[in-house]
T-cell receptor
């Protein structure tokens, strides 16, 4: 079966711009979580969506936002990009219960 | 103190060695414990998933959870060069909609 698909794989943006990343979950997975991975901080939770509703939110500024569509696909948006936003952004999908999630390969965002 | 502590390594072992990877945590409410493997330029891949205390074995991999000590381990027997990757521990609370909290990962190299 198809895995979690994240697009684009790589992105270079300039400070102050905004960016939208996309995540298509495994068929049947209604939970989509987003994580930011950096060498210094590791994997940090951004937010989780389930059935188009945000269920949990991590400790990130309001410049980071997301949404989920009726087909469970999710997007995250980062506005007014800062150099520190350079990271690998990963989405993880699941059925919505406790336990392990399946991750996509991520979007590598570089802010210059 | 971070919620989950993991020695970042790097850890270098000869092929065939037994590898021991560990994490400690501070939140006694964690009930679900996972190990993920992440290859370069890829997303994390779920290796082992355990609930509460005890051992779980899957092929060459054994996961152990000691809740009384707030300590989890992953053992890899007969390590192979293909096991070279970053290993991330992760854990979550009992409720079905709580985010994963990750260690920073241990980089492992298995030398042929």
């Amino acid at each position: 079966k198809a895995g979690v698909t994240q697009t684009p794989r790589y992105l270079i943006k300039t400070r102050g711009q905004q960016v939208t990343l996309s995540c298509s979950p495994i068929s049947g997975h209604r939970s989509v979580s987003w994580y930011q991975q950096t060498p210094g901080q590791g994997l940090q939770f951004l937010f989780e969506y389930f059935s188009e509703t945000q269920r949990n939110k991590g400790n990130f500024p309001g410049r980071f936002s997301g949404r989920q569509f009726s087909n469970s696909r999710s997007e995250m948006n980062v506005s007014t990009l800062e150099l520190g936003d350079s990271a690998l952004y990963l989405c993880a999908t699941g059925t919505g219960g406790a336990g392990g999630y399946t991750f996509g390969s991520g979007t590598r965002l570089t802010v210059v | 103190q971070k919620e989950v502590e993991q020695d970042p390594g790097p850890l270098s072992v000869p092929e065939g060695a037994i590898v021991s990877l560990n994490c400690t945590y501070s939140n006694s409410a964690f009930q679900y414990f996972m190990w993920y493997r992440q290859y370069s330029r890829k997303g994390p891949e779920l290796l082992m998933y355990t609930y509460s205390s005890g051992n779980k074995e899957d092929g060459r991999f054994t996961a152990q959870v000691d809740k009384s000590s707030k300590y989890i381990s992953l053992f890899i027997r007969d390590s192979q060069p293909s096991d070279s990757a970053t290993y991330l521990c992760a854990m979550s609370l009992p409720a079905g909609n709580t985010p994963l909290v990750f260690g920073k990962g241990t980089r492992l190299s298995v030398i042929a």
